[in-house]
């Protein structure tokens, strides 16, 4: 059954969206920092083969397990959209720039000591090695007006009569 024609229903909403989890900058920091400690506290686990004195035996070795934007979103139990919010509004501006620096560091110093993979943090922080090489002349571009002639030093079967 449609709502009737002329209604107003939307009227009897008191406010419109979710309302917002973090009203506090302090509280949205606790909640990061709480996701900073997981991530350390729960590295990830590669299962190896090992060989000693003719015994195999598998062993767990931990792997740092990295920091990301959609890790904390997952964590908090947000999108990434709400999180650009946050980081729009005056008050919380410097918590979530405090935390985007954390997480900056912590994969950079993780390439660094080869304990994450360096070419998979270098394009997520958009890291590059660039070098450009100027061909102009002042700004302007170089052009050239030779004309080349072959040269030969064979004699052709006509020159010979």
């Not at 509004?89 to 110093?109: A, G, N, R, S």
């Not at 997520?124 to 100027?134: A, H, M, N, P, V």
Request: proline share 5%; with cysteine.
């Amino acid at each position: 059954m449609p709502a009737p024609k002329g209604n107003q229903f939307w009227k009897l909403a008191p406010t419109t969206g979710r309302k917002p989890i973090w009203n506090d900058p302090a509280v949205l920091q606790a909640a990061c920092e709480e996701y900073f400690q997981y991530v350390v506290d729960n590295p990830l686990q590669e299962d190896k083969a090992f060989a000693y004195e003719g015994h195999a035996f598998n062993h767990d070795v931990s792997k740092m397990r990295t920091m990301s934007i959609e890790g904390l979103c997952v964590f908090l139990g947000i999108v990434r959209n709400t999180w650009k919010g946050y980081a729009e509004k005056d008050d919380f501006l410097t918590v979530c720039e405090y935390v985007e620096h954390v997480m900056y560091d912590y994969k950079l110093t993780g390439a660094s000591a080869g304990l994450l993979n360096p070419s998979i943090v270098q394009r997520d922080l958009g890291l590059k090695d660039k070098s450009e090489t100027d061909i102009t002349s002042g700004g302007r571009k170089i052009t050239n007006n030779w004309t080349i002639t072959p040269v030969t030093t064979k004699k052709s079967a006509d020159a010979e009569e």
